[in-house]
């Protein structure tokens, strides 16, 4: 599967800088996948010149033109009316949704990606809401963490939702058989925290659902690496996502001002430029970049707006992982299994 | 004020090491508090040959022996039923309440001290539900977040008590007029985040409540320091303290492998070993111990478990700060004012 050919549309006009980083990035995104065709959806204008830089890139690359660009700022309706079938933005999902394209990668606004993805691309038959699923660092690797925005204040149904998307997604992303599965709460016991986290965590002990779940995890697990997959709402988890990026800064800034505070420590950092060099590299979130849109019919995966041209590239490899391991089915099929038991479960309970 | 003698109530048998830990923690808070006395409630056989080894300590501390100590994985019915009248954690609430003590700190079971606290103290008058506040670590200091676990699913009436009782708290222990309110969203704009949250946002932006809110905020704003108090309800706001807690670990982690994975980087750390200090005394948990339970009538703080005698004289210190600073008297104040600023508006909406 992995050697055939496949298209992935990008969102030229998203993110801080736009086309200067989206092209350099499609441009490394190649070299790692020589299979690979991109379509470029934004300014013609823009896009062309860079692209005349990338020969590679160029040569299996097209630009499909786009009059309106979505601003950073714009509100999801306000984007959804300006944009509508004239923005690169919507024309780079309805790529995936008439199968141009396997996939669409945008570092445009977050809200009128998702509001636009929901519309043209439709959730998945028995999914409520879609997930945002981030990829967080821990000291044993990595974790998929979700929802981290698009869904405030999930059920239980919908947090079990989110469990076999995670899943889903951590088998195509960390290439292993059964996940670990965890359910986010504020303590381990039966009877800790709110009624969806409970009745969620019931059901999951409960019923025999394809799913390798390990109980309630808390706050401390995900940088641990309890979990390969961490389900919560996205309050919660949109809160725990900036809490961990505001706590890695705090403690970089103590850091660099601790060790420039005298000479002897600066001598010392220059010594053990390697080690922060390790430090640095392991905690570099453009290699964490890239949120996956669940439960819509289609891969759409968000670059941070801020990124680099390295950071686009990965969250281009992340939707490419996808797509090359059936994410879409894996969850389709998933989820028919699931909603068999569910409703296997409420008969017998009736 | 400051000179007047005070007394601390001490829950001797709480935490992972009981009198070991909370006798010679109380001996340095006293060095720090010299017209402070001390009422060690808890196991007497323990405390006493503890107490003979600090001399000035025992010159202003009194023993109350107690049977019973609730063990730290106790459920707080369990240990209500069975450490009622009994154990030493409820009689030193139980000091607190009758005015023999101005505080009290434990070490002891996080559940079991709110459902004593709650059942013996009462929560204030005008306040629904208690909260629990951690001190937490910021670029510029430190700042107050609530609620850390005590009221899971706060409605926005509970959200708007949280950040009076914050705000109480942040002056007294920072020695700040109008310390900055912050309410926790998932975005600034008014339209983010759940019905709770919006609902209070709106109160506290259109009300003229004597409170300098300063709008919400996100997070990564805490690790900022963008608020002095940052409000939430204790479900978020417990995933939030962990997640930090997690993240520092993973980042201390990253940090020691890639030290000691070369000679050199070995020799750079020892040379900057000045600065690694001065980055772990920044980070130092025992610097900012003590989880404070507001909405109550009377002063209750939680130390960490499995602090030592250092973080438990922290957890002291932050009592004593509650108590020299009017923390009761302060909170019924603002309490009365906000409700009665509600009810005009209630009536005018009518």
Redesign the interface.
Known sequence: MKTQDFTIALDAMGGDRGPEIVIPGAALAVQRHPNMKIIFFGDEARIAPLLDQHPKLKSVASIRHSEIAIAMDD?PSQALRRGRNKSGMWHSIEAVHKGEAAAVVSAGNTGALMAMSRFILRTLPGIERPAIAAIW???LGESVVLDV?AT??ADARQLIEFAIMGEAMASCLFKIDEPRVGL?N?GVEE?K??EE?REAGRLLRELSLPLNYIGFV???????GTADVVV?E???G??????????????????RS??T??L?????????????G??KD??DPRKHNGGVFLGLNGVVVKSHGGTDAFGFATAINVAVDMVNNGLIVKIAADVEAVNSILAQHSKAAE
Chains 1, 2 share one sequence.
Do not use: C, H, W, Y
């Not at 808390?218 to 641990?224: A, L, R």
């Not at 900036?242 to 403690?251: L, N, P, S, V």
């Not at 002897?264 to 922060?276: D, E, P, R, T």
């Open positions: 509100k660092p821990t000291i925005g405030v204040g986010l504020i009877v925290g709110n986290v808390e706050g401390d697990d995900i940088g641990k919560t996205g309050f919660t949109n809160v725990a996502l900036k809490t961990a990026e505001g706590t890695a800064k705090m403690i970089t800034t103590f850091l601790a060790i505070s005298s002897l420590s600066k001598i010392g950092a220059f010594l053990a430029q390697g080690a922060f390790a430090l392991r905690m």
